[in-house]
């Protein structure tokens, strides 16, 4: 029986990278220009220096799906940790104050250090949304009853309301501020390159190794902090590492691609009802569906509005706020 | 052994918190009233205390005096006070409704409809003035309406209403985000400047609208709000005392909207004034019921104490709901760190 099950994802896991494998070609095949398939294989075999085409194939689209598979499977699997760890099925990086605070940050530094580039300004997003993260769930601690759905939900709210607040602030007195977060805060993969890549590839690479390992913890903290410490392990600990990671996967993703909502909400609901509770394998589920779902997206929004683009963040904020209500609507989630 | 209770010492206790519910009502309002007085002193030319009574009251004789009351300054303290006025009972009614003292119309979505509505209408259309005002109220009330109906399943209980209602607004801001991206810099700035609320804009219609509205409002939420004190106690014995649940609820629910879409059209959407002038009231009021007056009266003094500071003790002159959003998230937050603490609220 049990023989049978793990085929069976197994089976699933080979049918998830292929569809990864068909999303990373549409990526790279699909886009707001008509580039031939010969054009592709040429730029990447043999590359004309001269062609505008190949040059966006290799220099565009290229690295935008590398960082859309990086990303998108930080942001799957950050928020399967998020989820796991605070026993919350609603939790979401977005609601969790890291991207006001990746927004807050990267003001402060425009304003304060004149800086305007993408690649510099990165690490201070990064830096903002940890801290914010680490601020919701402290917040929401209090209490008896801990960080429980509601409380971090009205925490997660309260800390980015005052975060972004700051940042209207700042945004009014400062115009090259506002042009610059006018544009980063709709979250997108177009302009970002290569530099971005090699940025944030590390940490979203470690990160994402470190989340997949933490299946055993996670499963252990599903089980009631109570057991789990009976069971040997040292929960403290444990949350704070995953916390950790999370802040680590979800604050390079949001600060690389500006906020992305819903994809760290929806992915590990639909890991589960494909793959049971056992989160060693809702985390590799997680982290193959995220990349598949980021990356579908950003081609229908390439599609959507030749020869521009509709950005990958407004996409999945349509598509993805109906799969939330649908969750608290018509689950059981919503009666505390 | 324990002390029994006559009906005259009851009597006596009740007659004791009607007084201070009154008492602090009172003061509220004087407090609201002395914010518009100095609202009405400061700017260019500083008048006294003196002067401008004068002019409220028609006593005056300075024609000059006369003219930077009502002509230059009594719209924006006049927008500030009955915006505050609005907000503050809405976010009351919401509370109340929700039975969460955290829920606020600025969360629950209903000011991201009037925020995408109004975006739209600068960036594609472009519109201003009396448009705006007209598009933000019927965003307020089609996103209000969007959440009530996907909330509705056989009732509406507050944790769902709350929600559905983030789940909303990231819907309806996804689309703001994306058309101020897509704006050429001019109206993407003007977007933005709107989205943070202000009182410095409203036109004559606005305002009257305004007063028409709270007007006839205030009596109806008052009128509304008698079986309310029997939904506190809970649906099933609500419904058992005979209250007519769920159609006090809609009343009380629409008279909420309305004033949050009237206060957003004449001033943006300001933040946290709704959330926070229902709790301020009920913590001065105490065990007294109701409060719907103390929370509007509140309402109005913080946005005329934030205007002020906004307008003038800041470096810069920066629109109302900065103000108001810097000083009431640290508020929030203190707030649900104490109401965690007693294990309300979630």
Known sequence: ?336 | MATVETTPDLGRARARLVRRGVVVTMAAAAVAFALFVVTLMFGSVRLSVAEVLGSLTGLGDDPSVDFIVRDLRMSVAATALLVGAALGISGLLFQKLLANPLASPDFVGVTSGASLFVVTTLVVFPGSGWTLSMMALIGAVVSSALIYLLAWRDGITGFRFILIGIGVAEFFMALTGFLIAKADLFNARAAMTWLVGSVGHAGRTELWALVVVLAIGVPAALVLGRPLRALELGDDAATALGARVEWCRIGLLAVAIVFVGFAVAAAGPIPFVALIAGPIARRMLGPVPGGILAAGFVGAAIVLASDYAAAHLLPTAMPTGVVTGLVGAPYLIWLLIVVNREGRGG
């Open chain 1, 1 to 336: 029986m049990l023989a049978v099950a793990t085929d069976r994802r197994v089976a699933g896991i080979a049918g998830l990278l292929a569809l990864l494998l068909v999303a990373v070609f549409f990526s790279i095949t699909q886009g707001s220009r008509e580039i031939s398939i010969v054009t592709i294989w040429q730029a990447l075999t043999d590359l004309d220096p001269d062609s505008t085409s190949q040059t966006v194939v290799r220099e565009m689209r290229v690295p935008r799906t590398l960082i859309g598979v990086t990303a998108g499977m930080a942001l799957g699997l950050g928020g399967t940790l998020l989820q796991a760890t605070t026993r919350n099925p609603l939790a979401d990086p977005g609601i969790m104050g890291v991207n006001a605070g990746a927004a807050a940050a990267i003001v402060a530094v425009i304003m304060l250090a004149g800086v305007q580039s993408l690649p510099v300004y990165i690490w201070f997003g990064f830096l903002g949304a940890g801290l914010a993260l680490v601020a919701v769930y402290s917040i929401a601690s209090f209490g008896r009853e801990g960080a429980t759905p509601v409380k971090l939900a009205l925490a997660g709210a309260a800390v980015s309301a005052g975060l972004y607040s700051f940042t209207s602030t700042v945004v009014l007195s400062n115009l090259d501020a506002l042009q610059e977060l006018r544009f980063w805060q709709v979250g997108s993969l177009a302009g970002r390159y290569y530099p971005v890549f090699w940025q944030t590839m590390p940490f979203l690479l470690v990160g994402s190794v470190v989340a997949l390992f933490a299946g055993r913890a996670l499963n252990g903290l599903a089980l009631g902090d109570d057991v789990a410490a009976t069971l040997g392990q040292n929960v403290a600990r444990t949350r704070l590492l995953v916390f950790g990671t999370v802040a680590v996967l979800c604050g390079a993703a949001v600060s690389a691609c500006g906020p992305i909502v819903f994809l760290g909400l929806a992915v590990p609901h639909l890991a589960r009802a494909l793959v049971g509770t056992d989160y060693r394998w809702v985390l590799a589920y997680s982290a193959l569906l995220a990349p598949i779902l980021f990356l579908v997206a950003d081609v229908i929004g390439r599609l959507a509005a030749r020869p521009g683009e509709v950005q990958v963040g407004v996409i999945l904020g349509i598509l993805g706020a109906p799969v939330f209500i649908g969750l608290v609507r018509f689950s059981k989630l919503a009666q505390w």
